[in-house]
T-cell receptor, first 115, second 113 residues
Framework: DAGVTQSPTHLIKTRGQQVTLRCSPKSGHDTVSWYQQALGQGPQFIFQYYEEEERQRGNFPDRFSGHQFPNYSSELNVNALLLGDSALYLC??????????????FGEGSWLTVV | AQSVTQLDSQVPVFEEAPVELRCNYSSSVSVYLFWYVQYPNQGLQLLLKYLSGSTLVKGINGFEAEFNKSQTSFHLRKPSVHISDTAEYFCAVTEGGGFKTIFGAGTRLFVKA
């Protein structure tokens, strides 16, 4: 049973560029959340997708956008990259059952370095 | 708004000694509480969670946590740690009915031989 998979694992971008990160949820999961984890900090919630729609968003600017596909996989896009966007980006999946207490499973993340 | 405070950024402890990692939260509604562990260069793995019922929750690798509603705390404990427990530990909270999980800043547990 494959867990949450993310790609790429590492990437380097130049300030002002755009980046797309990809996530495949754990088998059977239909809900995907994205988190940003800066060095030495806890994960910060970016947004969550369910039924191909963004249903809650954290305190991140519109430069951060996402998409969920019919097969539940998801993409995170960041435009106009800033040095401060350098972080580990974590994807997490869960099964929607009308409760927020379901366990969320994390991928190993995509390390983004902006230079 | 909900928030999570992990009171210790680093906890050094000798192997086979007991350990407690402290976590306090703030929320105006009912919450679900979680502890996650992150080993170097890996994603987060769930240790245990409290949804309802018994306030003492047992998790994997011999860890347990106690939910204290009056003190809004959810401290993580282990009676005897191993070198392999060296990792970053995160406390997290989700408000009942919400979709966003808020994480603390993490506590680095360093187990010494």
């Amino acid at each position: 049973d494959a867990g949450v998979t993310q790609s790429p694992t590492h990437l380097i971008k130049t300030r002002g560029q755009q980046v797309t990160l990809r996530c495949s949820p754990k088998s059977g999961h239909d809900t995907v959340s994205w988190y940003q984890q800066a060095l030495g900090q806890g994960p910060q919630f970016i947004f969550q997708y369910y039924e191909e729609e963004e249903r809650q968003r954290g305190n991140f600017p519109d430069r951060f956008s996402g998409h969920q596909f019919p097969n539940y996989s998801s993409e995170l896009n960041v435009n106009a990259l800033l040095l401060g966007d350098s972080a580990l980006y974590l994807c997490a999946s869960s099964l929607e059952r009308g409760t927020s207490g379901n366990t969320i499973y994390f991928g190993e993340g995509s390390w983004l370095t902006v230079v | 708004a909900q928030s999570v405070t992990q009171l210790d950024s680093q906890v050094p402890v000798f192997e086979e000694a007991p350990v407690e990692l402290r976590c306090n939260y703030s929320s105006s509604v009912s919450v679900y509480l979680f502890w996650y562990v992150q080993y170097p260069n890996q994603g987060l793995q769930l240790l245990l969670k409290y949804l309802s019922g018994s306030t003492l929750v047992k998790g994997i690798n011999g860890f347990e946590a106690e939910f204290n509603k009056s003190q809004t705390s959810f401290h993580l404990r282990k009676p005897s740690v191993h070198i392999s427990d060296t990792a970053e530990y995160f406390c997290a909270v989700t408000e009942g009915g919400g979709f966003k999980t808020i994480f603390g800043a993490g506590t680095r547990l360093f187990v010494k031989a």
